[in-house]
């Protein structure tokens, strides 16, 4: 992964602990990881209600030429013809 500023965030300059000649940047990467965690959800959430929203009109055969459709489309015939 390709390096990625900080947001703002200030980047401190630190030694390891185990090997001192390796130097890292203390950084909250969680901060990070649950942001982008929760993007993802929200959006395969929102992408999941629209397939469910979808498929349930499918089912119930709410789209044009379905079975639902043709009986609401008998309704209004029948409704609007002058008697």
Request: net charge positive; proline share 2%.
């Amino acid at each position: 992964m390709f390096f990625q500023g900080g947001d703002g965030a200030a980047m401190i300059p630190v030694r390891s602990n185990i090997d001192a000649s390796a130097v890292g940047i203390e950084y909250a990467v969680s901060d990070v990881l649950l942001n982008r965690t929760l993007s993802l959800l929200g959006v395969v959430l929102f992408f999941s209600w629209i397939a469910w929203v979808l498929l349930g009109h499918v089912r119930k055969g709410r789209y044009k030429d379905g079975a639902a459709y043709e009986a609401v489309r008998q309704y209004v015939a029948l409704r609007s013809s002058p008697e």
